[in-house]
RNA sequence: GCGCCUGUAGCUCAACCGGAUAGAGCAACGGCCUUCUAAGCCGUAGGUUGCAGGUUCGAGUCCUGCCAGGCGCGCCA
């Protein structure tokens, strides 16, 4: 209906800028009135047109007014304020959605296949340590984001990257073999910079129980680091992945940058920069404001990014050759592009957020393409507990795990409330308050809604009501402002999707959702499904199943359970 | 010092890429269960959108400058 409009208006508009000789590529935009008064859509195109043929915004709404042909379903349109144009159309033409709701049922609100596919790469945690609740946050923004993408049409595939090189790995091993000397009955004391936390001691009993200690003595170094930083990693996956799980989780691809360096790919890319004269080895000036210990200026082989909207060149090769993390990070993501994916989506956190400019330089060096990656940006979670901050050292070990949160509150809490806000600001979670099954817990509103619509669903089938097939449903009969608010908002579902698509924005869905919620609980109180009137019953049947069939959906993006009773 | 993000009701956040009278939820106060689930509903109160300029028919939204908080700022990832 939406497009029907704007492509009438679009037609009107067109044939005025041609009698006035103006060219101009204006695009036409519906929007839905806070207020009712102001019809069911909204335009502000006159207004917009006003200035560039040189007529008032309302005198602007009067010629179109007077050359639009109107689709069928309209049933009329007035000017407004300044010059805006209000649509009124027929409630028996919105009344039919739910029909087409109990059609499509999981199907409501999904578009057809773009044809495009996109790659999603998220969490990515560093294979070092247990998730903590930030990454939680990123993980869950990161599932409903390719949730939401897929429902819209996208051919999704979602990615994991494992920083399993560098320098961390090598600490990771260090603190392995440390902890396994003190099983093996030798007095430690932890050095400054080693992994402290638990976990460390459990990767070593693991190892223990597979590899016999007198063997690994008697390794050298490199070889024995080498072999316990493998099997840390794989132990560490295996509880990222039971963590992730524990979120409803998973991945098509896990991405070693372990195999990055040692396919050779890096060095590859590095060559093909050079032939472009995208390289150059050259000196950077001291960083700014933060002290460095041990600066020493040095030539190094540098990236030109700046030639590409970055502030300074970034290296690609530290001082003993090896590929920096932004080398290898360029390779993963030209590989990512070289597989085909149409478009690229990072999911980081927030502290990476200086990070973006380089990459989007780095790509647009190297496939012309603008905003590739796409990056959004995941703020952090402040634990608290009763209103007071949690703390979380990941250096002391002493830091509140995913998991821990997870099992505390459940997986629906976790996940529909780190889905309540815009990814880009900080988000305050509160144990006790996502435990509490009461109103200022949203996840439970939402999901009551569900429940309360089942509820009635079981009340109708005890009474011996039969849901009538819904052809032969007189939706006209739903007619109080309740119902024409429910029908509203179900209407705007797929919009509101559509929107939550488009700018990477899935917190929409969530409060989308407490929203329809909200309608739904006041037309409970207001009215009753089960009435004398057997027609009546039968178009608010109708209503309700549509109702739960949206609520459904949408919790079904956010991988949010839907009850049928509380 | 530089860059990015944020600043909206007492608190946590919205405001549909510049639109109409800035909205929700908590907290506060007052009501509503003999009726399909009170994990709910209704009402009241609460605002100079951090500050100051600018752009235009119109600014919480865009630009500039301040103020405050967060994150980041060679050879960590």
């Given at each position: 209906?939406?497009?029907?409009?704007?492509?009438?208006?679009?037609?009107?508009?067109?044939?005025?800028?041609?009698?006035?000789?103006?060219?101009?590529?204006?695009?036409?935009?519906?929007?839905?009135?806070?207020?009712?008064?102001?019809?069911?859509?909204?335009?502000n195109i006159a207004m917009t047109l006003a200035g560039r043929i040189k007529?008032?915004?309302?005198?602007?709404?009067?010629?179109?007014?007077?050359?639009?042909?109107?689709?069928?379903?309209?049933?009329?349109?007035?000017?407004?304020?300044?010059?805006?144009i209000n649509i009124q159309l027929h409630h028996a033409?919105?009344?039919?959605?739910?029909?087409?709701?109990?059609?499509?049922?999981?199907?409501?609100?999904?578009?057809e296949a773009t044809?495009?596919?996109?790659?999603?790469?998220?969490?990515?945690?560093?294979?070092?340590?247990?998730?903590?609740?930030?990454?939680?946050?990123?993980?869950?923004?990161?599932d409903a984001l390719a949730h939401v993408l897929a429902a819209r049409g996208f051919d999704v595939f979602r990615e994991y990257y494992i920083n399993d090189?560098?320098?961390q790995i090598g600490v990771l091993a260090e603190s392995v073999w440390l902890r396994l000397r003190e099983l093996n009955g030798e007095p430690i004391t932890l050095p400054?910079?080693?992994?402290?936390?638990?976990?460390?001691?459990?990767?070593?009993?693991?190892?223990?129980?597979?590899?016999?200690?007198?063997?690994?003595?008697k390794m050298d170094e490199t070889e024995r680091f080498s072999l316990l930083g493998a099997l840390a990693i794989n132990a560490m996956m295996d509880v990222i992945r039971d963590d992730l799980a524990s979120l409803g989780i998973s991945f098509d691809l896990f991405y070693s940058e372990r195999q990055l360096h040692e396919s050779g790919r890096i060095q590859e890319l590095i060559e093909h920069l050079k032939d472009k004269g995208l390289v150059y080895a050259g000196v950077l000036p001291p960083p700014k404001g933060k002290e460095v210990a041990g600066y020493q200026p040095v030539e190094q082989l540098l990236f030109r990014t700046t030639d590409f909207g970055d502030d300074v060149d970034r290296p690609l090769a530290k001082q003993d050759g090896s590929p920096t993390y932004f080398a290898a990070d360029i390779a993963y993501h030209e590989d990512k592009q070289a597989r085909g994916f149409d478009r690229l989506v990072d999911v980081w956190g927030a502290d990476h957020g200086g990070y973006v400019t380089r990459v989007q330089a780095a790509?647009?060096?190297?496939?012309?393409?603008?905003?590739?990656?796409?990056?959004?940006?995941?703020?952090?979670?402040?634990?608290?507990r009763e209103g007071k901050p949690v703390r979380m050292s990941k250096r002391a070990g002493a830091f509140v795990t995913l998991r821990e949160v997870v099992d505390e509150v459940g997986r629906d809490a976790v996940r529909f409330n780190f889905l309540t806000r815009r990814a880009e600001s900080q988000l305050d979670f509160d144990l006790e308050v996502a435990k509490q099954k009461n109103d200022e817990n949203p996840v439970y509103y939402v999901q009551y809604a569900h429940a309360r619509v089942c509820s009635i669903m079981r009340k109708l089938r005890d009474e011996g009501i039969k849901a009538a097939d819904s052809d032969d449903v007189d939706v006209s009969r739903l007619a109080n402002d309740e119902e024409k608010a429910l029908v509203a908002k179900l209407l705007s579902y797929p919009e509101v999707l559509d929107?939550?698509?488009?700018?990477?924005?899935?917190?929409?869905?969530?409060?989308?959702?407490?929203?329809?919620?909200?309608?739904?609980?006041?037309?409970?109180?207001?009215?009753?499904?089960?009435?004398?009137?057997?027609?009546?019953?039968?178009?608010?049947?109708?209503l309700m199943r549509a109702v739960r069939q949206v609520i459904d959906n949408g919790l079904d993006i956010l991988g949010v359970s839907a009850p049928e009773e509380m």
């Amino acid at each position: 209906m939406k497009q029907k409009l704007e492509m009438a208006l679009q037609q009107a508009v067109a044939s005025l800028l041609e009698e006035h000789g103006v060219e101009a590529d204006i695009k036409v935009a519906l929007t839905r009135p806070r207020q009712k008064a102001h019809g069911d859509y909204a335009c502000n195109i006159a207004m917009t047109l006003a200035g560039r043929i040189k007529q008032k915004p309302h005198d602007v709404a009067g010629m179109l007014l007077e050359r639009i042909e109107w689709p069928a379903g309209v049933e009329g349109a007035e000017i407004a304020g300044p010059g805006f144009i209000n649509i009124q159309l027929h409630h028996a033409s919105e009344m039919d959605v739910l029909k087409r709701i109990i059609d499509e049922a999981g199907e409501y609100g999904r578009a057809e296949a773009t044809g495009q596919s996109v790659n999603i790469e998220f969490v990515s945690a560093n294979p070092t340590g247990p998730m903590h609740v930030g990454h939680g946050r990123g993980a869950v923004v990161g599932d409903a984001l390719a949730h939401v993408l897929a429902a819209r049409g996208f051919d999704v595939f979602r990615e994991y990257y494992i920083n399993d090189a560098g320098a961390q790995i090598g600490v990771l091993a260090e603190s392995v073999w440390l902890r396994l000397r003190e099983l093996n009955g030798e007095p430690i004391t932890l050095p400054e910079g080693f992994y402290p936390g638990e976990y460390v001691i459990d990767v070593a009993r693991q190892i223990m129980a597979h590899h016999d200690f007198e063997s690994l003595s008697k390794m050298d170094e490199t070889e024995r680091f080498s072999l316990l930083g493998a099997l840390a990693i794989n132990a560490m996956m295996d509880v990222i992945r039971d963590d992730l799980a524990s979120l409803g989780i998973s991945f098509d691809l896990f991405y070693s940058e372990r195999q990055l360096h040692e396919s050779g790919r890096i060095q590859e890319l590095i060559e093909h920069l050079k032939d472009k004269g995208l390289v150059y080895a050259g000196v950077l000036p001291p960083p700014k404001g933060k002290e460095v210990a041990g600066y020493q200026p040095v030539e190094q082989l540098l990236f030109r990014t700046t030639d590409f909207g970055d502030d300074v060149d970034r290296p690609l090769a530290k001082q003993d050759g090896s590929p920096t993390y932004f080398a290898a990070d360029i390779a993963y993501h030209e590989d990512k592009q070289a597989r085909g994916f149409d478009r690229l989506v990072d999911v980081w956190g927030a502290d990476h957020g200086g990070y973006v400019t380089r990459v989007q330089a780095a790509m647009q060096a190297l496939t012309g393409k603008k905003k590739c990656p796409e990056v959004m940006l995941v703020q952090m979670v402040n634990l608290m507990r009763e209103g007071k901050p949690v703390r979380m050292s990941k250096r002391a070990g002493a830091f509140v795990t995913l998991r821990e949160v997870v099992d505390e509150v459940g997986r629906d809490a976790v996940r529909f409330n780190f889905l309540t806000r815009r990814a880009e600001s900080q988000l305050d979670f509160d144990l006790e308050v996502a435990k509490q099954k009461n109103d200022e817990n949203p996840v439970y509103y939402v999901q009551y809604a569900h429940a309360r619509v089942c509820s009635i669903m079981r009340k109708l089938r005890d009474e011996g009501i039969k849901a009538a097939d819904s052809d032969d449903v007189d939706v006209s009969r739903l007619a109080n402002d309740e119902e024409k608010a429910l029908v509203a908002k179900l209407l705007s579902y797929p919009e509101v999707l559509d929107k939550a698509a488009v700018r990477l924005e899935p917190y929409r869905v969530a409060v989308y959702l407490m929203e329809l919620a909200a309608s739904l609980h006041t037309y409970y109180h207001k009215h009753r499904v089960m009435v004398e009137d057997a027609a009546l019953v039968q178009a608010r049947l109708l209503l309700m199943r549509a109702v739960r069939q949206v609520i459904d959906n949408g919790l079904d993006i956010l991988g949010v359970s839907a009850p049928e009773e509380m």
